[in-house]
């Protein structure tokens, strides 16, 4: 009898409808459009992938749409990260494994390539496997056939093999912590996910499809165009998936059907203090929200960004936010008034002393 595999590192999928996976890649950006149109290209070949990307930029939702546009789409897709398998187990986990192969080996288990025959293999944080798991990979590749740990006979398997990893292959390669012929073997087609920081004016588009998708959860949720700017000066170091984690904390955190730049300023701050690349001045709507979010209080706003007031201070000046001297609480500190000119203005006071 068969081991179940590990419902904590591995899924089986049948997507139906093909295109589903390929709206599920959210943008208007012309890099979300070139990278569309990279997946309709590829995904009938049967050649190996490489997704390059950052963490959080959607690589197996790359992995799953070109899975969906494939002549193998009716077939299984399998995914799983290297790096939340245990290394002495990986070859038993991609290969499989005959009873008695090893102690605890107590059932004949079918490894994950045999699990997706036919279909595709995606393998996240490919650049953690072991040297052993690569040289195994390699002869997988090269022959189509895999010998399970313990076993005597080779299996042959016909499975389209995708990898992503966040950190550079090549360098991996240069510090022999992967194998170069592996690599040659597994880049026959790349496709690279951007960062959010690049395509700021998907933002938009990005949270109405997480509101739409999580309307059950979450109610109707729209952002005004305070908040949009605001999230577009962001840096957004952990990319869509951080995005998504603002939205939905902002959301549960607030009654509100719109949700603007007060709302979203303090998860914001929380989440990332920094909020903008570092040497880089905030933006006056990023400055204008957390002042606002907290009350006109410039020390607790400070706090928020990370900065000392008397940073905070410059950054104002800098922005041209105008700080009007206000009591505490007053209606202009939580309206973000706009002062004489034109000039963005909001009314704040100091508190626990002058620094």
Not at 115 to 121: M, P, S
Not at 209 to 229: I, S, V, Y
Not at 265 to 284: Q, R, Y
Request: net charge positive; proline share 6%.
């Amino acid at each position: 009898m068969d081991d179940p595999p590990p419902t904590n590192i591995i899924h089986l999928e049948r997507i139906r409808p093909a295109n589903r996976a390929l709206r599920a890649l959210v943008g208007v950006s012309a890099l979300m459009q070139s990278l569309r149109a990279d997946i309709e290209r590829f995904a009938p070949s049967t050649a190996p992938v490489v997704i390059e990307g950052e963490s959080g930029t959607g690589k197996e939702l790359v992995a799953r749409a070109l899975h969906a546009e494939s002549p193998r789409r009716t077939r299984p897709f399998v995914a799983a990260n290297v790096a939340a398998i245990e290394p002495t187990l990986l070859g038993s986990e991609l290969f499989g494994h005959v009873q008695g192969a090893f102690t605890g080996a107590h059932r004949t288990h079918r490894g994950l390539f045999e699990q997706a025959d036919g279909g595709t293999l995606f393998l996240d944080e490919i650049a953690e496997a072991s040297a052993a798991a690569q040289a195994s990979l390699l002869r997988v590749l090269e022959t189509g056939e895999l010998r399970p740990v313990g076993g005597e006979g080779m299996k042959r398997v016909s499975v389209r093999l995708i990898v992503a990893s966040h950190e550079n292959l090549s360098e991996r390669v240069a510090q022999k912590r992967f194998r170069s012929d592996l690599l040659y073997r597994l880049r026959v087609l790349v496709l690279r996910t951007p960062s959010l920081r690049a395509r700021p004016e998907d933002i938009p588009q990005i949270a109405d499809a997480f509101f739409a998708a999580n309307h059950e959860e979450l109610g109707p949720r729209t952002l005004r165009a305070d908040a949009e700017a605001l999230l577009r000066a962001a840096r957004w170091p952990g990319n869509v998936r951080q995005l998504q984690n603002v939205l939905r904390r902002a959301a549960v955190q607030s009654d509100l059907a719109e949700l603007g730049a007060a709302e979203i300023a303090p998860v914001l701050a929380a989440e990332d203090p920094g909020s903008v690349p570092v040497g880089t001045p905030p933006s006056a709507a990023l400055l204008r929200a957390v002042l606002v979010a907290c009350g006109g209080r410039i020390a607790t706003a400070a706090r928020k960004l990370g900065v000392a007031r008397s940073t905070l201070r410059a950054q104002l000046k800098r922005a041209g936010v105008v700080v009007a001297r206000a009591s505490l609480g007053s209606p202009s500190a939580r309206s973000g008034s706009t002062g004489h000119g034109g000039s963005p203005s909001a009314s704040c006071t100091e508190e626990d002393g002058v620094s």
